[in-house]
Structure formats: C-alpha cells, structure tokens
C-alpha cells in the first residue's frame, strides 16, 4: 500500500504560481509513476502530469503545458507540480497518484493504483 498526502494548495491571484507536493509513505515511489490529476467542482476528475519512475518521461494535458512542471525526488519519496501563471480554469481539488503502469498510460488508464485525498486550488481573476 501506498498513502499519498498532499499539501501546498490554496488562493492564488491569476498570473500567480503555486507549488504542490505530494509525499508517500509505505512504498517507496520509485518503484511507481507518478501523476497529477484535478477535479472542478461538478466536474470529472482529469488527467494533469504524469512522470516516469526515474523522471526520464513526462505528460502533460494540453491546457497546462508550458505552464505546470511536475518533478519527483525519489530519495525523499516526494512529487511535485509547479504551476505558473495560474488562471481560473486552473481551480479544482488536485489529487497525487501513484501507479505500477507506464507514465504515459496514466492519462487514459482506469483504476489508477493508489489516491490522496486532495488539496484545493483556487484561482481568482
């Protein structure tokens, strides 16, 4: 078993940036991709960033690219999602994930391995 926690979520002005982590205890993560997903209130829950077990690949939705940064420290058992220039659409509870699949297949794969609880972003113009 895997336990994520996340934390670093809060208000953030438009234009803003904000630095979520995600750390696990249980398991080491490197044995794991790891992801990004978020999810706006009356929503789906959706793909953001995902990253292979050594941080050779990432994946990254369209709208975010260019703006968000996922990374992890394997050593710390520790991920991360730097997101800059936030905008509104950004707002939703973020959620950590961790699988055994391939970090390319965690944007389309159901029944991803292990869940946080999820920490809140909001974004206002």
């Known amino acids: 078993q895997v336990q994520l926690v996340e934390s670093g979520g809060g208000s953030e002005q438009a234009g803003g940036s904000l630095k979520l982590s995600c750390a696990a205890s249980g398991r080491p993560i490197s044995m794991y991709a790891m992801g990004w997903f978020r999810q706006a209130p009356g929503k789906e829950r959706e793909f953001v960033a995902s990253i292979s077990t050594a941080s050779k690949h990432t994946y990254y939705k369209d709208s975010v690219k260019g703006r968000f940064t996922i990374s992890r420290d394997n050593a710390k058992n520790l991920v991360f999602l730097q997101m800059n220039n936030l905008k509104p659409e950004d707002t939703a509870y973020y959620y950590c994930?961790?699988?055994?699949?391939?970090?390319?297949?965690?944007?389309?794969?159901?029944?991803?391995?292990?869940w946080g609880k999820g920490t809140l972003v909001t974004v206002f113009s």
């Open positions: 994930a961790a699988d055994r699949a391939a970090a390319m297949d965690m944007g389309t794969r159901n029944g991803i391995g292990f």
